[in-house]
């Protein structure tokens, strides 16, 4: 079996920021040489998410209202504060960022088939910052024959 890896490093303008990442694990896939395995995508960092799913901007909003929903944080542009949650007291700011990692996840596994990502029709990779403005690492490991 062989392996790949490949990193990728975000700073987002925003505290939470969408980013479509399919077109940078299907060229780590294709540098990879992999005909037949899986790839794992995997944020590095506790206050992000990875998921597949639909690349539609109304769909985009709406995760983004519930993640909100269910973990409240400040606005993105951080325009309103968020609820004190016992997080902060340990200094941090980004309590709703933990939560909303536990709510998206922070990693995917994408069967390789014929040296390419085998995803379904509208089945899209994002990668979901929730506490951003600084730079946060993804891993993207293909393994496989």
Same mark, same amino acid.
């Given at each position: 079996?062989?392996? %790949? *890896? ?7 303008? $925003?505290?939470?920021?969408?980013? /479509?990442? *399919? ?6 896939? /294709? ?10 995508? !995997?944020?590095? &960092?506790? *206050? ?11 769909? &985009? ?6 993640? $909100? /929903? ?6 993105? +542009?951080? !325009? ?6 016992? =997080? %902060? /007291? !340990?200094?941090?700011?980004?309590? +709703?960022? =933990? ?6 996840? %922070? ?5 390789? *088939? @014929? ?7 509208? $089945? $899209? ?10 730079? @946060? ?9």
């Amino acid at each position: 079996m062989k392996s %790949h *890896t490949k990193y990728l490093t975000f700073n987002t303008a $925003q505290r939470r920021e969408l980013k /479509r990442i *399919t077109d940078d694990v299907a060229e780590a896939v /294709r540098a990879s040489d992999i005909r037949e395995g899986m790839v794992l995508v !995997s944020a590095m &960092h506790i *206050t992000a998410g990875v998921f597949i799913n639909d690349n539609e901007p109304g769909l &985009h909003a709406d995760i983004e209202e519930w993640v $909100q /929903r269910v973990a409240p944080g400040p606005a993105a +542009d951080d !325009s309103k504060p968020g609820p004190n949650y016992r =997080h %902060h /007291r !340990s200094g941090e700011d980004n309590g +709703d960022a =933990h939560l909303k990692n536990l709510l998206i996840g %922070h990693q995917i596994i994408v069967p390789i *088939t @014929k040296g390419a990502l085998d995803l379904g029709p509208w $089945q $899209q990779i994002f990668y979901f910052e929730f506490d951003g403005r600084r730079p @946060k690492r993804l891993i993207i490991k293909a393994m496989g024959e």
